[in-house]
């Protein structure tokens, strides 16, 4: 499970986790607002997405299936919105959307690893058709407006770029100052933009909207945790593997890189993923220390955060510290799956009335009520003293007489987070019935961050050493995950499988050994 981490892995990481496994996203961005994009504004609205697909019937298997994928850049969460392809090949759908203007992943089950850019209007439809040759590749799209077929089709192709861009030979930096790494990432961070600086066939607003997203997704993978930069470093340059370094602690100076980002500026409304992504960083980071929300007033909280972040981000008012105090409460809805207390909803009119952020930050509020109320507990179990090959018959053992699903994840597995994000409805509908969800991860996911995740998932946990980890994916032949074991009601194994097949197919499964 521990890889050597190059900056391109730690990136391919943070991407997963920020739009799991869906991409997108200075040296010359262009000035805010984007020229034509129009005046980024925060709403609480709905986007309308309609469509036609049309392709050979050799490729439709059982009716097509659209996925659209939105980033909220407020309440912090990646949401994915489906729609079944009719006989006629039509479509439509609408997602919740937190800006007016919205930057969407769009894909189809004809060829569900392609993925393309939509630009989505929380004030009139948007419209696309696509057409799909023989081999599922797609042959034509029209009908967005304001984007160009290269705009649609390029944009993640660019980012993979990006972050597969050619290293050169990595000097090693884990004994020198924390400056030189600096200077050495931006440095490395420039040469990748010019991949889309470049681009003779990209809009200047596509690009404008790329290179600020993808700065902040290297900025998250690359730079905040400066600690595993550099065992990263050391693992790379260093022959010695067995020797660990002594890496020098940062404090809250080290992060007057956040001022290159000019996070005041409203463009980053426009960002694609990356944005509700590096605020949930910064609000996490241990050596910023921003403390929770909670109950605390907001002014009272804004108060105390700029006290930590003014200087660091090199302005002291500003629409960022509205976001950012709704991200706060984001991360309580998205990251526990906690509704407000009333004192928070207090908290929330108070402050902002009923505008836009609080209209957002109460809509996702009622979506996780809901969900709440069909979620089991949390009950975090240690078998730290059984042994590596009595752990599945000790779990299995508090579950006699039911059925048992046992989920392998990590903290940092974007496809593990999608996949339970998704299955979370589903998962509702076995509240009360003879079914437990169990999940396991490892020391890969640093214990703080885990402790706050399981909060949101409910449910049966472990926290598995390296040992007990690498014996069990050995065992049941698990070379990644999400993989996932699940046993009938006598305790015996009825299917395991890596990545998840999809809440349909999951149910059946589950509703088969019932």
Known sequence: MRNKLTINKILKVIFLVVCSALPFLSCKAPAPPYKGLGKPMIVAGTAKLTGTIKAPNAIVKDGAIVTVAVSHQISGEFVKYKAVVDQSGNFSLNADVEANLSFGNFSTSLNPGRYILLKLNS??????????????????????????????????DLIGRMIEFPQVKEEPLYN???????????????????????????????????????????????????????????????????????????????????????????????????????????????????????????????????EILADLLGFNDGLYYDILAASAYGRQLTEELRPFSEKQKGNITSYWGNGAIAKILFRKNEQVAKLDKLKSPVVINDVASIAVDKIIETILSKHKGKVVLVDFWATWCGPCLDAMQRFRNTKAEYYGKDVVFVYLTNRSSPRKLWEEKVKGIGNEHYYLDDNQWTYLMKQFGFEYIPSYLLYNKNGVLNNKFTAFPENEAVKKMIDGLL
């Not at 590749?137 to 390029?154: V, Y």
């Not at 996490?284 to 009272?300: F, H, K, M, R």
């Open 176 to 306: 020198s100052k924390p400056e030189d790494f600096l200077n050495s990432a931006k440095a490395n961070l420039i040469e990748r933009l010019a991949v889309v600086e470049s681009d003779s066939l990209l809009s200047d607003e596509l690009k404008g909207v790329l290179t600020d997203d993808f700065r902040l997704l290297f900025y998250n993978g690359a730079l905040f945790d400066y600690d595993k930069a550099m065992h990263a470093n050391y693992s790379i340059t260093n022959g010695d593997k067995n020797k660990k370094p002594v890496i020098q602690k940062v404090d809250r100076s080290y992060y007057r890189f956040l001022k290159d980002l000019k996070l005041n500026d409203p463009k980053y409304l426009y960002a694609y993923g990356s944005f509700w992504e590096f605020q949930r960083r910064l609000l996490q980071n241990e050596v910023l220390a921003i403390p929770p929300i909670a109950e605390v007033d907001i002014p009272t909280w804004l108060a105390g955060t700029k």
């Open 123 to 156: 004030e009139e439809a948007t419209h696309i058709d696509i057409t799909y040759n023989s081999s599922a590749e797609i042959e034509s799209i029209t009908g967005i407006p304001g984007m160009s077929q290269h705009d649609i089709l390029r944009a993640t």
